[in-house]
């Protein structure tokens, strides 16, 4: 079955980075088209980036433009999200995603000083 299973969360300064990883099976990875999206605490789960199944086309929200990058490895069926100049509004559960509804259980991103 589709497994999703994401790690690299973790507590981290204002200004700080973190890379996120999404170990994906179960499904051809390299023919998918993957997603982060994240969900903070009494909001609803938004959009981030997604990237094509090659990784030649990449789309981000207009919240994260410039400090974060998604990037994948098809020989290793693993999603990454590079999140650099980390602000606390971005304090949320990261996600990852492949259609047609297949999530990961989420890594807690936490941005406090």
């Known amino acids: 079955q589709v497994k999703l299973v994401e790690s690299g969360g973790g507590l981290v300064h204002p200004g700080g980075s973190l890379r996120l990883s999404c170990a994906a099976s179960?499904?051809?990875?390299?023919?998918?088209?993957m997603s982060w999206y994240r969900q903070a605490p009494g909001k609803e789960r938004e959009f981030i980036a997604r990237?094509?199944?090659?990784?030649?086309?990449?789309n981000y929200a207009d919240s994260v433009k410039g400090r974060f990058t998604i990037s994948r490895d098809n020989a290793k069926n693993t999603l990454y999200l590079q999140m650099n100049s980390l602000k606390p509004e971005d304090t949320a559960v990261y996600y990852c995603?492949?259609?047609?509804?297949?999530w990961g259980q989420g890594t807690q991103v936490t941005v406090s000083s």
């Open positions: 179960g499904f051809t990875f390299s023919v998918s088209y």
């Open positions: 995603y492949t259609s047609p509804s297949y």
């Open positions: 990237i094509s199944s090659a990784g030649g086309s990449t």
